[in-house]
C-alpha cells in the first residue's frame, strides 16, 4: 500500500515538472499569445531634428532611455517629443528599397510567446526603378532590450499601377489544391481600366464588370459576358470571380482569393509573353 502510494506521489509530481518544463510557452500561453500590442507612431515632423546613423538593416532597434535615443537623432535648433522612458520604449527600424515608395503604414505588432514579437509594415510602392531609404518609429509600452521583434514588410504596388497592366491567368487552387489551366492557346486575360471598370477575354469570349478595390480588398462584380461558350471551367471561372475578396500584388503577379480557399493565380502579360508567348498571337491589344 505504502509502494502504491509513494508511486502515485511520483507520478503526480512527475506530471507537474513536465507540464511547467516548457519556458518557451507557458501552461497558459495558448490563451495568452499571440497578443496585440498598441503603440502610436514617433515622427520628427515639424521639428529642426532629423534622423541620423540608422543601419537601413530591417532590423528593429529598442530604444529605453534618452541617450540611446540621442545616438540616432541630430537637431540644428530646439529639440523633439520628449518620450517617457519610465513607462515606454520607442521601436526604431529601418531598411532601403528599389521602388519608390508612395506611402508607408505600421499595421499589426504582436506578441509571439513572452519574447518573441512580430512587427509587421506596409510599403505602397510605385513601379519606378529607385533606391530609396525609409524609417520608422513606434511608441510602446516599455520592454527590455532583450526582446526578439521580427519584421514583416509587405511591399504593395500602387493601385494605380493595376491600370496600367493586363493580366493573364496561369493558375487556380481551390481547397489548397493546385488545377491546372487547360492546355489552349487562349488564356484568360483581366484588364483593369482608369474608370473603375474591368474587361476580360478568353478566345472570342468577352466579359466586363466594375470593381471597388482598397488593397489588400476587392469587389468585381460582372455586368456583361459574351454568350458564345459552353466551356465549363471558363464558365465555372466567371462565377467564381464574382466572390473574390482578396487582391495580393507584386511586379509581375496578380493573387485574387476569397474567403472559402479560392484563389487565382495571375501574371503581367509582360511576363507571360516573356515565359509563353505573344498575346498578340491570338488576340488584339
Known amino acids: 500500500m505504502r509502494k502504491f502510494l509513494k508511486l502515485t506521489a511520483f507520478l503526480l509530481v512527475f506530471a507537474g515538472v513536465a507540464s511547467s518544463c516548457n519556458p518557451e510557452c507557458p501552461p497558459d500561453c495558448p490563451d495568452e499569445y499571440p497578443q496585440n500590442i498598441s503603440f502610436t507612431e514617433y515622427s520628427l515632423q515639424g521639428t529642426s531634428c532629423q534622423w541620423q546613423n540608422l543601419p537601413y538593416d530591417e532590423k528593429v532597434i529598442i530604444i529605453n532611455s534618452n541617450e540611446e535615443l540621442e545616438k540616432y537623432i541630430s537637431c540644428t535648433e530646439g529639440g523633439y517629443s520628449i518620450i517617457d522612458f519610465s513607462k515606454h520604449s520607442l521601436l526604431l527600424v529601418s531598411g532601403k528599397t528599389n521602388k519608390e515608395i508612395i506611402k508607408m503604414l505600421a499595421t499589426d505588432l504582436r506578441q509571439l510567446s513572452s519574447n518573441k514579437y512580430e512587427l509587421r509594415i506596409e510599403i ?24 526578439y521583434i521580427r519584421l514583416n514588410t509587405n511591399l504593395v504596388p500602387c493601385p494605380q499601377e493595376l491600370l496600367k ?110 515565359d509563353y508567348f505573344k498575346l498578340e498571337e491570338w488576340y488584339n491589344f
Open 124 to 147: 505602397t510602392i510605385k513601379n519606378v526603378s529607385v533606391i530609396e531609404p525609409w524609417n520608422m518609429a513606434l511608441v510602446i509600452e516599455k520592454v527590455s532590450e532583450d526582446k
Open 165 to 274: 497592366t493586363t493580366w493573364v491567368l496561369v493558375e487556380k487552387e481551390i481547397d489548397g489544391v493546385k488545377e491546372m489551366l487547360p492546355d489552349e492557346p487562349y488564356p484568360v486575360t483581366l484588364t483593369f481600366l482608369s474608370d473603375s471598370t474591368f474587361c476580360g477575354r478568353h478566345d472570342a469570349n468577352t466579359y466586363d464588370g466594375t470593381y471597388k478595390m482598397l488593397v489588400p480588398n476587392i469587389l468585381l462584380t460582372i455586368t456583361r459576358i459574351t454568350d458564345v461558350s459552353d466551356i465549363e471551367w471558363y464558365l465555372n471561372y466567371l462565377k467564381q470571380t464574382t466572390t473574390i475578396s482578396r487582391i495580393a500584388l507584386t511586379d509581375s503577379t496578380m493573387r485574387l482569393s476569397n474567403n472559402n480557399s479560392l484563389i487565382l493565380n495571375f501574371v503581367s502579360k509582360e511576363k507571360f509573353e516573356k
